[in-house]
């Protein structure tokens, strides 16, 4: 199956996590919006109103299907491509760990828009850089920390235990992207996530997403997306 991937073509933002999976799995893939006309299919995709009609990018469309939200993207994925566990429970099981990883997203895209995204950064500086410092004093650690332990409860190389799922893949990002949105903090505070960091380096050398990382397809960060380097937020 040929899959059609719709998600902005500048950033990398939410549809990146699906992209990673896609490339690890060696799907064969369109990242429709990237492509000529791209934006117009995609736009046109969402302005449909019956069937299953996604709210907002990313979504997918499989055959017949058109799915949307990231997590759920990934359930989908996961179960037909050998990143997600055979058996219903631990399907589950990934999918409740996405969802973790979610709320972990939009807490991250909080920090530079904490009064929302209409506005822009320059309009709530102040309020930013309060969040920032309650996001590094209190929810990294809650976070990273809760899979840092996991890898270490499980005994394996990866969160589940010796077997890579799409949770891993989206860790992988979520250490790449808080290096580079805040790499005065993240270099503070890696050393009390070492199984965490030695996931990400596991990731980095699986050979399809080595591959990906170096190809034109892998969108740069950008102060567009999620993460976001201001140096003010990063003192």
Known sequence: MRYQLYYWPTIQGRGEYVRLALEEAGAD??????????????????????????FAPPFLEAGKL????????????????????????????VHQ??????????????THHPLGPSLYYEDQKAPA?????EFWKSRVPKYLGYFEDLVAANGGAFVTGRRATYVDLSLFQIVEGLRYAFPNRMRGFEKKVPRLLELHDR???????????????????????????YKALDL
């Open 29 to 54: 893939y369109t990242d429709v919006a990237r492509g000529k006309g791209g934006m117009g299919a995609m736009m046109k995709m969402m302005d449909v109103h019956k069937g299953t009609p996604p």
């Open 66 to 93: 058109v799915i949307g939200q990231t997590a759920n993207i990934l359930l989908y994925l996961g179960a037909r491509h050998g990143l997600a566990p055979k058996p219903d429970a631990g399907k589950l099981w």
């Open 97 to 110: 760990l996405q969802l973790t990883i979610t709320d972990f997203v939009m807490e991250i895209h909080d």
């Open 129 to 133: 850089k309060k969040r920032t410092e």
């Open 203 to 229: 990731i980095a050398e699986r050979p399809n997403i080595k591959a990906y990382l170096a190809s034109e397809r892998r969108i740069p960060f950008n102060e567009d997306g999620i993460f976001r380097r």
